[in-house]
């Protein structure tokens, strides 16, 4: 039972334009949102959240939608630079005792000079 | 500021042997703290987590078990390990009642041969 998914497996974008990583999720319980950048061997490092009393939330050259009825988020780089080449994660979890993060499969973004 | 160390970062181990991996967290009190597995091509699969000194919650039925002997060590153990257990093991910690970001330490990639 995937809570999570992201199905793109990899995505590839042209320097300086926009990088669109989408997430969608199925647990209504969920009430806060993640994105985590992993490079190869080293661990998620994180990026930028989202509460679900929101709808975006930006940082920079990162900003994350959040569309709750379609139970749906995405992240925006714009514009999108060569070091941002990484393995995107999106996750998510619902207030309990230890915040347990689901996360999805995520997906390879290469950004091309 | 808050560091987190795991060690080994890699280990090449034959089916069958035992298994030790430890994580410890630095410049913080109390926190949780969770185990995970990145599979090749997958995503983290959150394996335990732990609210405190003793306290263990499993996420997966498998192989393998954990412990929490301090309060900033966390150890994942295995006595008897097989070929389905290689992996990228990471650790991650967060603050309890706080925002949901979960800090991952550098991770250990185990081979089992």
């Known amino acids: 039972d995937q809570q999570v998914k992201q199905n793109s497996p990899s995505l590839s974008v042209q320097e300086g334009r926009i990088s669109i990583l989408n997430c969608d999720y199925t647990n209504s319980m969920f009430d806060y949102f993640l994105w985590y950048k992993k490079y190869p061997a080293e661990g998620p490092t994180f990026l930028i959240s989202i509460s679900s009393i929101k709808d975006k939330n930006e940082d920079g050259r990162f900003t994350v939608f959040l569309n709750k009825s379609a139970k749906h988020l995405s992240l925006h780089i714009v514009p999108s630079q060569p070091g941002d080449s990484a393995v995107y994660f999106c996750a998510a979890s619902a207030v309990q005792g230890a915040q347990k993060l689901v996360f999805g499969q995520g997906t390879r973004l290469t950004i091309n000079p | 500021s808050q560091t987190i160390h795991q060690w080994p970062a890699t280990l090449v181990q034959p089916v069958g042997s035992p298994l030790s991996l430890e994580c410890t967290v630095e410049g913080t009190s109390n926190p949780n703290l969770y185990w995970y597995r990145q599979a090749a091509g997958r995503g983290l699969q959150l394996l335990f987590y732990?609210?405190?000194?003793?306290?263990i919650s499993s996420e997966v039925p498998q192989n393998l078990s954990a412990s929490r002997p301090q309060d900033r060590q966390f150890i994942l153990s295995s006595k008897k390990l097989l070929l389905s257990d290689s992996g990228f093991y990471l650790c991650?910690?967060?603050?309890?009642?706080?925002?949901?970001?979960?800090?991952f330490g550098p991770g250990t990639r185990l081979t089992v041969t």
């Open positions: 991650a910690w967060d603050r309890t009642g706080l925002a949901h970001e979960q800090y």
């Open positions: 732990s609210v405190g000194i003793g306290q």
